[in-house]
């Protein structure tokens, strides 16, 4: 069983920097992808950044040049440092990780339970 803990989330000002870390544990094997995802009310859930185990980043291009992701392989976890934030990145924020599990072949999808992100005055 894998199981993904994200911390960081809060209430922070329009322009104000936040920094998110989900710290995978459990049964691992490997981790490929892991990333960071998130869901306004109403809106469906949205790729915010994704890295893979060798270090290769993808960005939304609403958070292109705010936000970088970033991973600490030896612990297992992932960082997403939100810089000049706007309302609209109001959101829960889900961390997710491709994780093979010892004694497993098998590539399974893991999600952490979300920490949410306010950004208002």
């Known amino acids: 069983q894998v199981q993904l803990v994200e911390s960081g989330g809060g209430l922070v000002q329009p322009g104000g920097s936040l920094r998110l870390s989900c710290a995978a544990s459990?049964?691992?094997?490997?981790?490929?992808?892991m990333g960071w995802y998130r869901q306004a009310p109403g809106k469906q859930r949205e790729l915010v950044a994704a890295?893979?185990?060798?270090?290769?980043?993808n960005y939304a291009d609403s958070v292109k040049g705010r936000f970088t992701i970033s991973r600490d392989n030896a612990k297992n976890t992932v960082y997403l440092q939100m810089n000049s934030l706007k309302p609209e990145d109001t959101a829960v924020y889900y961390c997710?990780?491709?994780?093979?599990?010892?004694?497993?072949?098998?590539?399974?999808?893991?999600w952490g339970q979300g920490t949410l992100v306010t950004v208002s005055s």
């Open positions: 890295i893979t185990s060798g270090g290769s980043t």
């Open positions: 997710n990780a491709e994780t093979r599990p010892y004694g497993s072949s098998v590539v399974l999808e893991v």
């Open positions: 459990g049964s691992i094997f490997s981790i490929n992808a």
